[in-house]
C-alpha cells in the first residue's frame, strides 16, 4: 500500500513568495494532519480534518497560512506570504476512524525560505 | 506548544548494548505512541499502547504504557547499527475530547560498530 504521499520534498523560495505544500494521505483514512517540525519547537501540530472538515486550527500560527481539503485524497498547506521563519519541515499525516489513534506519516516537505 | 519531557535527550551505545528511554508526564494520557524518525524522512510508527500496564513487542523493542498513565517507556534489546535515529514518545491526554498528538521532544540515539 501506499503511504503518505507529500510533494515537494524540499522547496526553495525568497521572502514574500506564495508557498504551496501537497499531501496526498493514505486510501481509506478519514483524518489527515499538518505538523511543522523545527529544532527549536519540536513537532508542533498546526491543522487537522476529519472527512474533509477542518476540526482544529489552533496551531495555524497566523492568517499567512491556510490549509484546505477538497475531497478525501488531497490537502495543501498555503503560506502567503512567507517568511524566513517558517523554514521547517511540514509533515502530512493520516489516521483511520477505524485504527484508533496510530498516525503515519509522510516523508514531509523541507521548506527553506530565504 | 506543550511536549513531552522525553529522556534521555541522546545516547551514545556500542552495537549489542541494550537501550532504555522514557517519556513523562504531569498529565494522565489514554494512548502512547513511539515512533522513529531517520534522517529526512517523517517519523515512522513503532508501537502503540492503549491500556495502563500494557506491554508491547515489535521484534527487539519492547515499550510500556507505565502504570500511573502518566508515562511510557521503549527498550531497544541487542542494537544495531540501523537503529540509529531519533525516537519520539507521543500521547493523546485523557479528559481532553480529542485526537491531538503530543509529541515528546525526542530522544536520539547513536549505535557505534
Known amino acids: 500500500d501506499a503511504g503518505v504521499i507529500q510533494s515537494p520534498r524540499h522547496e526553495v523560495t525568497e521572502m514574500g513568495q506564495e508557498v504551496t505544500l501537497r499531501c496526498k494521505p493514505i486510501?481509506?483514512?478519514?483524518?489527515l494532519f499538518w505538523y511543522r517540525q523545527t529544532m527549536m519547537r519540536g513537532l508542533e501540530l498546526l491543522i487537522y480534518?476529519?472527512?474533509?472538515?477542518?476540526?482544529?486550527d489552533s496551531g495555524m500560527p497566523e492568517d499567512r497560512f491556510s490549509a484546505k481539503m477538497p475531497n478525501a485524497s488531497f490537502s495543501t498547506l498555503k503560506i502567503q506570504p512567507s517568511e524566513p521563519r517558517d523554514s521547517a519541515v511540514y509533515f502530512c499525516?493520516?489516521?483511520?476512524?477505524?485504527?484508533?489513534?496510530?498516525?503515519?506519516f509522510g516523508p514531509g516537505t523541507r521548506l527553506t525560505v530565504t | 506548544g506543550q511536549q513531552l519531557n522525553q529522556s534521555p535527550q541522546s545516547m551514545f551505545i556500542q552495537e549489542g548494548e541494550d537501550v532504555s528511554m522514557n517519556c513523562t508526564s504531569s498529565?494522565?494520557?489514554?494512548?502512547w505512541l513511539w515512533y522513529k524518525q531517520d534522517p529526512g524522512e517523517g517519523p515512522v510508527l513503532l508501537i502503540a499502547?492503549?491500556?495502563?500496564?500494557e506491554l508491547t513487542s515489535n521484534g527487539r523493542l519492547t515499550a510500556q504504557f507505565g502504570i500511573t498513565r502518566k508515562d511510557s517507556f521503549l527498550n531497544i534489546s541487542a542494537s544495531i547499527p540501523s537503529d540509529v535515529g531519533i525516537y519520539f514518545c507521543?500521547?493523546?491526554?485523557?479528559?481532553?475530547?480529542?485526537?491531538?498528538?503530543?509529541f515528546g521532544t525526542g530522544t536520539r540515539l547513536q549505535v557505534f560498530p
Open positions: 499525516a493520516s489516521r483511520s476512524d477505524r485504527a484508533l489513534d496510530e498516525q503515519y
Open positions: 486510501s481509506g483514512h478519514d483524518y
Open positions: 480534518f476529519n472527512n474533509n472538515v477542518p476540526i482544529d
Open positions: 498529565s494522565i494520557f489514554n494512548t
Open positions: 499502547l492503549y491500556k495502563a500496564g
Open positions: 507521543a500521547g493523546i491526554r485523557a479528559a481532553y475530547n480529542t485526537d491531538k498528538l503530543i
